[in-house]
């Protein structure tokens, strides 16, 4: 083997060692902005879990200016209980809502496994690449969602696509929800909610829905993206508690990735290349990483006490696999106020070697960029694994 080989090789075994956490000074998870240590739950989730929050929302994501409109409306546009089959139940429901500047579609679907025992949990894909991925026909069948196989092993599998909230391009807020409820009489503020937001915001409205259905268990609903979809899947877990499971793929830049880390991505880039995904606030924070209230640790410890998963791959290095992982292990100390652990360890593990025994999830898949049948079984091992189901559970 040539000397470089070898020691890609070897890096590839190796225990990847970790910079220390005072080298980036990462904000303390449990301190608050006034100084004061948390040491409970109860302060932590009264007291600077909203704080937290908060920031977030100034700083990076923008607030949303409505939480489930008083127009939500589902139509459940049509049941085929013979699909993949006779292993699903599909249902195309139809989610409306409407503000002053007019009305809007989620078009949400849904499989729902038949041989199991009822509700079942499962997991909503927030979809970011081309429609063709997330087929209710079936006719296309892609590893980004395999819904096949997460009915199979007795998982709800439901989809929406992102665009059907805000397209994916900088127009001013002008289209999409933006344009159905930002209010025109003032000026659009610097901590009005950017697009990120406004996905994230379409997952609770999905959550709205499954809350309706008696054969979905929703207190056991994962939330899912990949890359810009798994920022929205973060910050959808943040401001919506009622997600059991938060689960971000490559998240990177503005995901679960440590911005102090300047590595791969970095803040002045993403408000440059999407200068639509976050507030306005956030371009403050361009070449200036350090001076940020937050670091992204601290979005996944939002999650806390609830399960939260972080997967990155081994040729990702624009979203930066050791800053997700080091954000997994700073996120810790929140779980622990609850006597459960995070990660459970410091040490990177070599790519294809899952870390599921603790609150927080955490796998390097080795390749590329992309959301695969990998992740996927990784994602489902982790939810039995925590929601104490089994094949049996699957009817298989
Ligand atoms: C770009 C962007 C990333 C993002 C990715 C994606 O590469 O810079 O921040 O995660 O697209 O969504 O695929």
Redesign the pocket.
């Known amino acids: 083997m040539k000397p470089l080989a070898l020691t890609v090789f070897l890096a590839f075994l190796a225990p990847v060692a970790l910079a220390a956490p005072e080298d980036l000074n990462l904000p303390e998870v449990l301190k608050t902005l006034d100084g004061k240590r948390v040491t409970s739950p109860e302060a932590w989730r009264d007291g600077r879990r909203p704080e937290v929050l908060e920031l977030f929302r100034e700083f990076v994501y923008g607030r949303a200016p409505v939480g489930r409109p008083s127009s939500l409306r589902f139509e459940i546009r049509d049941t085929l209980e013979d699909f993949m089959s006779g292993d699903a139940t599909r249902k195309l429901i139809d989610i409306h809502f409407a503000g002053a500047g007019g009305r809007g579609t989620i078009h949400l679907t849904v499989f729902i496994p038949n041989k199991v025992k009822k509700p079942v949990p499962g997991f909503v894909l927030i979809c970011?690449r081309g429609r063709e991925n997330i087929d209710p026909e079936r006719k296309t069948i892609s590893g980004f969602w395999p819904a096949e196989q997460i009915v199979r092993r007795g998982y709800v599998a439901a989809t929406f696509h992102n665009s059907d909230l805000d397209p994916d391009e900088h127009d001013g807020f002008k289209n999409g929800v933006h344009g159905i409820f930002d209010r025109k009489d003032t000026e659009r503020s610097p901590d009005a909610w950017g697009t990120i937001a406004a996905w994230a915001w379409g997952a609770s409205r999905a959550m709205d829905y499954f809350e309706s259905d008696p054969d979905i268990d929703s207190s056991k609903m994962a939330v899912v993206g990949?890359?810009?979809?798994?920022?929205t899947a973060l910050w959808c877990g943040a401001e919506d508690e009622r997600f059991a499971l938060v689960i971000s793929n490559?998240?990177?830049?503005?995901?679960a990735a440590l911005a102090r880390r300047k590595s791969g991505?970095r803040v002045a880039?993403?408000n440059k290349?999407?200068p639509h995904w976050f507030c306005d606030n956030y371009k403050q924070f361009n070449d200036r990483e350090d001076e940020l209230p937050v670091d992204q640790h601290m979005l996944i410890a939002l999650m806390a006490p609830r399960l939260v998963y972080v997967a990155s791959a081994s040729e990702d290095a624009?979203?930066d696999p050791l800053g997700e992982f080091l954000a997994c292990v700073h996120a810790a100390p929140a779980y622990e106020l609850y006597g459960l652990e995070g990660l459970g360890t410091a040490i990177m593990p070599p790519p294809d070697r899952p870390i599921q025994a603790g609150h927080i999830g955490y796998h390097l898949r080795k390749g590329k960029?992309n959301l695969t049948e990998y992740d996927w079984n990784c994602y489902m091992d982790f939810a039995d694994k925590h929601w104490g189901r089994n094949i049996s559970d699957s009817g298989q």
């Not at 990949?226 to 920022?231: D, I, P, T, V």
């Open positions: 970011n990949h890359s810009r979809g798994g920022k490559d998240s990177g830049c503005t995901g991505e880039r993403i290349g999407f624009w979203a960029h």
